[in-house]
Structure formats: C-alpha cells, structure tokens
C-alpha cells in the first residue's frame, strides 16, 4: 500500500478530514506563533567548542571570546557539529535540522514542523493497526494526549530546537519501527538489497536522535526480532536495521562532547542516592501519572477482552507501553532528568493506547456506556466546549507573547546606537497561568528570548549579536 493510499484509507470519512485538518491548522497557528527563544539564538550561530561552545558553559570576558559567526550554509552547519560533536553532544541529527531550519528562516520551519506533526499522528496510527479504519476518537485521544498530558509540550513540540530534539527524533524511532511491525501483523516480510538500503537509513535516523527513545527503540528491536524468529519471519534486512541503530545510538551516547560537557559542567560527578531519590519524588512519577493516564482506552480494553492466549495486537500493546515506561526508568540514572524526556515516552504508549481505541472499535467490543442520550449529550457539549475553549487561550496568550516580542525586537533595531539597550519584561498582560502551567511559551520567556539582567549573560550576549547590537539586558519594570 502507497502513503497516498494509506492516507486515504485512514482519513476515511469528511468528518475525519475536517477534524484532521482542524488538529494541523491549530498546530500550524501555535508553532508560528512561538517566536525564536534561548537555544534558537545559540544555534543560529557555528559551535565554537575551543571557547565554552554557544550554551551555558560559553567563554565570555573579551570581544574576541565572545565573538560568533553565524551560520550562512551548509559548510558552517557541518563545521559546526564537528565542533559540538567533540564539545558538547552527540545529536548530531536533530541539531543539524536545527541549524539549517535557524539559517533559511523560520517560516520554512513552521510548514516542516507541521508536516511532521501530521506525519508522527499517521505513524501512531499505522503502528497501532494497520488494517482498521481510523475513528475520531483515536485522533481525539492522540491530540489532547500529546498536548495536554506532556510535559513542557510548548517545548517539545512548538519551540524550533526542543520540537527537532524530541518530536522529530520519536517520528523516526517510531518510523524505523514500522516494518517490523507491519511483519508482524500481516505474518510476511519481504526481502532484498533495497529492503537493506532502507533500514540502514532509517537506523541511522532514529539510532542519531535522542539518547533514550533510541535505546527504547532497540530494546523494542530486538523483541520484534525475536517475535520475527519464532514465527519464520526473520529477513536479514531486520538484523541489519537492529545493527545500524545500535552503532548509530552508540555514537550519540559516547560522544566525547557529553563527556567533555559533563567534565566542565559537574566536575567530580558521582551518582548518588540523592540524586536517584531526588527523580524519583520529583519527575519520574508526573512522567509515570501523565502515562497513565493516556493508557486508559488499553486498560478499558483489557477489562473488556475476553480471557485468554495473548493476539500479536496486545503482545505489541503491551511491548509499546513497556517502552514508554523504560524512558522515565532509564532517565533515573542518568545525569540529569529532563522533563522533555516525557515526549517520547508518551509517543510510545499512545501506539498502545490508539491500538486499544481501535480495537474498541470492533462490534463485539463496543463500549456500552448505558448513558440515555439526554444526559451524554450535554455532558459532551459541556466537555468538547472547555477543551475548545482551553485551547483557545493557548492561541490567545501565544498572540500576545508573539506581537510583544516583535515590538521589542523593532525596540531593538530602532535604538541599535545604543551601547546597552534595556527591554523590559515582555508584556503579557492577559495571562492564565494557573490553567496553563508550562503550555504556553510564558515562564520559559519573562524577558525576550529567555536573556537574563545581565548582558554579560551567554544568551543575552548571543541576542546582541543576532539582531547586530552591542548588548541587551532585561529590567524589571516599563
């Protein structure tokens, strides 16, 4: 079956389409909306590892340190990794995508940003049954749980470097994952040269993403192979895409910038039972919880089902939801728990999840809520009006972090004489904070672009340099 096709198939109705168009063209609004912000601004310009590189750890004192070049082609851009390969880290993949969306312009990102978010929802759905026809409630549930369950998702999937970092990197594990599934499910694989080539791309593309949902990615693999082998379905384009983003993975992970990194960041680092107890009340159970919480149609699903041998569908539910528990898991012994982490953590359990929507779907399981419809439908009216609503004061609150940070940047270009140019805190006076929480791009932007008071601040510094000014810094009040 071609893309095209499937794509037909699964938006099988007008009311599908219209809902799916409704989910991108939200999707479009907000991540336009989101203007370039902290990290954005250090990877506009080439890494220079030989001075602290263009983040936190960056050298600052003289005109000379301090000085970066921006990127203007694709010779900066592979200039650059090789710098932050060595320096900093090993995502050489994301942060390339980053670097080169950074130098064309973002307008060009906010289409491609989009278009993989399409893309991610129709491989959720792909992975989690592929012969059944999509319902409106499985494009529903992926929405709401992608926006509304995961943590920082303004960060994860609207912000230009944590959307290539995270989002983009799931869509390639997940991708990767998809013919092993597809064998699985249609008991037949195919075979060939081509088949080879393939999978060795697209185990360079999900082995080079993200640390942990590359390792979920080759302990679900190796499981599937395993499956493959038990059932004679074993091709040698499957052992080669499990070796590619093995060695890709290991690549990332031992890069000596993360060494490098950590060295100058924590020296002395040793991993202690307060750090493990720190994740362990802190991040590890909102991961656990918002999890959970998007697994309710599979555990619906299990108490509904009737007793018996374990189908292909629920071995891959349950390996999918044992991969998005693995992330935060894993995450406890690393050196620093980052919340964005949650993302593909949820990615993986929404296959199950979707996979028990769809199968909820089959006449002999259909939910019977035994509801009379004078009570569900205003229920529904009342639910599907506040989500309506909520998301409405993303746009609302994104509108006005938008047109405030332009104001300043014009503040900025207008007084470009000046030696120290102070801007004060962006004012977005209509605020709904204790709704929105970390949702919108508001407590990660009190001043533009994340810069600090002091405009010897890296950021600040790399602000400066980006619009062709001497120096800014943030100030409290008008």
């Given at each position: 079956m071609s893309f095209f096709q499937y794509i037909n198939r699964t938006l099988n109705s007008s009311r599908s389409l219209i809902l799916f168009a409704l989910f991108a063209g939200?999707?479009?609004?907000?991540?336009?909306?989101?203007?370039?912000?902290?990290?954005?601004?250090?990877?506009?310009?080439?890494?220079?590892?030989?001075?602290?590189?263009?983040?936190?750890?960056?050298?600052?004192?003289?005109?000379?340190?301090?000085?970066?070049?921006?990127?203007?082609?694709?010779?900066?851009?592979?200039?650059?990794?090789?710098?932050?390969?060595?320096?900093w880290g090993g995502r050489v993949l994301a942060h390339t995508?980053?670097?080169?969306?950074?130098?064309?312009?973002?307008?060009?990102?906010?289409?491609?940003?989009?278009?993989?978010?399409?893309?991610?929802?129709?491989?959720?759905?792909?992975?989690?049954?592929t012969w059944l026809k999509i319902s409106r409630a499985a494009l529903v549930w992926i929405f709401i749980s992608l926006h509304l369950l995961s943590a920082w998702s303004v960060n994860t999937m609207f912000w230009l470097t944590g959307s290539c970092n995270y989002m983009w990197m799931a869509f390639f594990q997940l991708l990767f994952l998809t013919p092993y599934?597809?064998?699985?499910?249609?008991?037949?694989?195919?075979?060939?040269?081509?088949?080879?080539?393939?999978?060795?791309?697209?185990?360079?593309?999900?082995?080079?993403s993200?640390?942990?949902?590359?390792?979920?990615?080759?302990?679900?693999?190796?499981?599937?192979?395993?499956?493959?082998?038990?059932?004679?379905?074993?091709?040698?384009?499957?052992?080669a895409g499990l070796v590619v983003l093995t060695v890709s993975c290991a690549?990332?992970?031992?890069?000596?910038?993360?060494?490098?990194?950590?060295?100058?960041?924590?020296?002395?680092?040793?991993?202690?039972?307060?750090?493990?107890w720190s994740y362990m009340t802190g991040s590890f159970p909102r991961i656990i919880f918002s999890d959970l919480i998007a697994l309710i149609p599979m555990f619906i699903y299990f108490a509904k089902r009737t007793p018996g041998k374990l189908n292909t569908t629920e071995i891959l539910m349950l390996a999918f939801t044992a991969g998005g528990f693995m992330v935060p898991c894993i995450m406890l012994f690393a050196p620093e728990f980052n919340?964005?982490?949650?993302?593909?953590?949820?990615?993986?359990?929404?296959?199950?999840?979707?996979?028990?929507?769809?199968?909820?779907?089959?006449?002999?399981?259909?939910?019977?809520?035994n509801v009379p419809k004078k009570i569900l439908r205003p229920v529904a009216i009342v639910v599907t009006s506040t989500l309506i609503a909520y998301f409405a004061t993303l746009i609302y609150v994104d509108i006005s972090v938008f047109n405030a940070s332009r104001?300043?940047?014009?503040?900025?270009?207008?007084?470009?004489?000046?030696?120290?140019?102070?801007?004060?805190?962006l004012p977005?006076?209509?605020?709904?904070?204790?709704?929105?929480?970390?949702?919108?791009?508001?407590?990660?932007m009190h001043w533009l672009g994340g810069m600090k008071e002091d405009p010897n601040f890296y950021l600040n510094l790399l602000i400066a340099r980006y619009y062709g000014v001497k120096r800014v810094a943030g100030v409290e009040g008008d």
């Open positions: 939200y999707f479009f609004v907000r991540t336009t909306l989101l203007p370039f912000a902290h990290d954005d601004f250090c990877y506009a310009f080439i890494w220079d590892g030989d001075h602290g590189g263009n983040l936190a750890l960056m050298q600052t004192g003289s005109p000379e340190v301090e000085y970066r070049q921006r990127v203007e082609s694709f010779a900066d851009i592979i200039q650059s990794q090789w710098s932050h390969y060595f320096t995508i980053i670097q080169f969306f950074i130098w064309i312009g973002k307008p060009y990102f906010n289409i491609a940003n989009t278009v993989v978010f399409i893309l991610l929802i129709l491989v959720i759905i792909n992975l989690a049954n599934v597809k064998a699985l499910r249609s008991h037949e694989a195919g075979s060939g040269a081509l088949n080879v080539v393939i999978m060795i791309v697209l185990g360079l593309l999900a082995g080079w993200n640390e942990v949902g590359a390792l979920v990615s080759i302990f679900l693999t190796g499981l599937m192979i395993f499956m493959c082998s038990r059932r004679g379905l074993l091709r040698t384009w499957m052992v690549f990332m992970i031992l890069a000596p910038g993360n060494f490098e990194r950590l060295s100058i960041a924590r020296p002395n680092y040793h991993y202690t039972f307060e750090i493990f919340l964005r982490m949650s993302f593909p953590s949820m990615v993986f359990v929404l296959v199950a999840a979707t996979s028990a929507i769809l199968e909820l779907n089959r006449p002999n399981m259909r939910l019977s809520l104001r300043q940047v014009r503040y900025i270009q207008r007084n470009a004489e000046l030696d120290l140019i102070l801007l004060p805190p977005v006076r209509h605020r709904f904070d204790k709704i929105q929480g970390d949702k919108t791009a508001v407590p990660y």
